[in-house]
């Protein structure tokens, strides 16, 4: 079964940064949509930023004009940069990828904190 692998996490000052990438451990096939996702504790798994096939990109609203997704389709690998970190954004960000095939593949995250 193929995972995604995060990787980048760790601990930033507020107004830092930080660029997490999102390999997979396998081959995958006919990928269409990669993206990052976040959890806080005690709050529900929100969207954070998606890629679609086509270079198209998707945003959630509090960190828009702040973190880019990007990705290098050839190597099914994603990226994401994040700018000017607030304490807001501590999570965990996981990796999720899926297919024109109906396959979904998630990694098993990565911990961000921003604290002073």
């Known amino acids: 079964q193929v995972q995604l692998v995060e990787s980048g996490g760790g601990l930033v000052q507020p107004g830092g940064s930080l660029r997490l990438s999102c390999a997979p451990s396998?081959?995958?096939?006919?990928?269409?949509?990669m993206g990052w996702y976040r959890q806080a504790p005690g709050k529900q798994r929100e969207m954070v930023a998606t890629?679609?096939?086509?270079?198209?990109?998707f945003y959630g609203d509090s960190v828009k004009g702040r973190f880019t997704i990007s990705r290098d389709s050839a190597k099914n690998t994603a990226y994401l940069q994040m700018n000017s970190l607030k304490s807001d954004d501590t999570a965990i960000y996981y990796c999720?990828?899926?297919?024109?095939?109906?396959?979904?593949?998630w990694g098993q995250g990565t911990q961000v904190t921003v604290s002073s």
């Open positions: 396998g081959r995958l096939f006919s990928v269409n949509t």
């Open positions: 890629i679609v096939s086509s270079g198209s990109t």
């Open positions: 999720h990828a899926d297919s024109f095939l109906g396959s979904a593949y």
